[in-house]
């Protein structure tokens, strides 16, 4: 019902920046809720952050300071601006969508953080 597609992953150096984004199409006035997670090799899948239609944000501790998350609406789009990156942030970054009938994620695009 939701689609979700992530770009913008790649190579960067510790202290380095990236944006990665997410796309949405399909039933998008479902959507209430929208995030980034992500899934560092051999761990769970954790909780970056996420933003409501009305702007709020919240974010994990560890990303506290250094990420943004941020929406264009008429692009229907959802950014996650990633400063003073560090090795540590190296994932799979997956955009997640809440609806009322439950959660769409995209297939993920590769972080890597190393010099």
């Known amino acids: 019902q939701v689609h979700l597609v992530e770009s913008g992953g790649g190579l960067v150096q510790p202290g380095g920046s990236l944006r990665v984004s997410c796309a949405a199409s399909g039933s998008i006035f479902s959507i209430n809720v929208m995030g980034w997670y992500r899934q560092a090799p051999g761990k769970q899948r954790e909780f970056v952050a996420w933003?409501?239609?009305?702007?709020?944000?919240n974010y994990a501790d560890s990303v506290r300071g250094r990420f943004t998350i941020s929406r264009d609406t008429a692009e229907n789009t959802v950014y996650l601006q990633m400063n003073s990156l560090k090795p540590e942030d190296t994932a799979v970054y997956y955009c997640?969508?809440?609806?009322?009938?439950?959660?769409?994620w995209g297939q993920g695009t590769l972080v890597t953080i190393s010099s």
């Open positions: 997640n969508a809440r609806t009322g009938y439950g959660d769409a």
């Open positions: 933003i409501t239609a009305g702007g709020s944000t």
